[in-house]
């Protein structure tokens, strides 16, 4: 152990030394959800303000709506999760399979579809679990664009809610604000250093 870290803790240890004993950490007690809250609202507006497109799609319209989002992008050549479901996967796409594809087969595609675990209206985002919607972090990485669907239902309206529904989960939870940038060096944001440039989310209603 370097001197220095043993100093800082054992200035801690000094300070904390005649503080009371805790027998547990109080239970957190989450804010009350006002009544008539838009958390679907607040999420899709919270979304755009990342500079990301969020589009209201009803179910029945969701794989013309998913063509056309790829289209927009004249993107063909489409990496979906293998257990996504055949209702999500629309025709005039070259649907593959991300079945353990490699970096350079997955940076050969247009684009990725998945959907989510659930999404927070408080923060504008979106969770990924690894599940059969959502599929491996790899998959919403390395393609350039990343189209999401996020049901209503899966809408929470805050960052605690959505920890206690994700517990037990199998993760590794991936949590998605917007298309990936930083603003690191000099404080120019530069977009795609860490994932995709586009994010498009269908909000189905």
């Given at each position: 152990?370097?001197?220095?870290?043993?100093?800082i803790l054992s200035r801690v240890r000094a300070a904390l030394r005649d503080a009371?004993?805790?027998?547990?950490a109080p239970p957190y007690a989450p804010p009350a959800v006002p009544a008539g809250?838009?958390?679907?609202?607040?999420?899709?507006?919270?979304?755009?303000?990342?500079?990301?497109?969020?589009?209201?799609?009803?179910?029945?319209?969701?794989?013309?709506?998913?063509?056309?989002?790829?289209?927009?992008?004249?993107?063909?050549?489409?990496?979906?999760?293998?257990?996504?479901?055949?209702?999500?996967?629309?025709?005039?796409?070259?649907?593959?399979?991300?079945?353990?594809?490699?970096?350079?087969?997955?940076?050969?595609?247009?684009?990725?579809?998945?959907?989510?675990?659930?999404?927070?209206?408080?923060?504008?985002?979106?969770?990924?679990?690894?599940?059969?919607?959502?599929?491996?972090?790899?998959?919403?990485?390395?393609?350039?664009?990343?189209?999401?669907?996020?049901?209503?239902?899966?809408?929470?309206?805050?960052?605690?809610?959505?920890?206690?529904?994700?517990?037990?989960?199998?993760?590794?939870?991936?949590?998605?604000?917007?298309?990936?940038?930083?603003?690191?060096?000099?404080?120019?944001?530069?977009?795609?250093?860490?994932?995709?440039?586009?994010?498009?989310?269908?909000?189905?209603?």
């Amino acid at each position: 152990m370097s001197a220095a870290r043993e100093e800082i803790l054992s200035r801690v240890r000094a300070a904390l030394r005649d503080a009371p004993a805790l027998d547990g950490a109080p239970p957190y007690a989450p804010p009350a959800v006002p009544a008539g809250f838009d958390a679907v609202g607040l999420f899709a507006a919270r979304v755009a303000d990342y500079k990301a497109v969020v589009r209201r799609v009803d179910v029945g319209d969701l794989a013309s709506a998913i063509a056309a989002a790829f289209a927009g992008h004249d993107a063909g050549r489409v990496g979906v999760p293998p257990g996504l479901q055949a209702s999500w996967r629309p025709g005039g796409l070259a649907i593959i399979e991300d079945d353990r594809l490699s970096v350079a087969d997955l940076d050969a595609l247009d684009g990725a579809l998945t959907g989510c675990a659930l999404a927070i209206a408080e923060t504008g985002t979106i969770v990924l679990d690894g599940g059969e919607r959502s599929g491996r972090r790899a998959l919403t990485l390395v393609p350039d664009l990343h189209v999401c669907v996020v049901e209503a239902a899966q809408v929470v309206a805050s960052v605690p809610e959505a920890i206690r529904t994700l517990e037990g989960g199998r993760g590794p939870f991936t949590f998605v604000s917007g298309p990936s940038a930083t603003s690191d060096i000099e404080l120019n944001r530069v977009e795609g250093v860490h994932g995709p440039r586009r994010l498009e989310v269908l909000l189905c209603t």
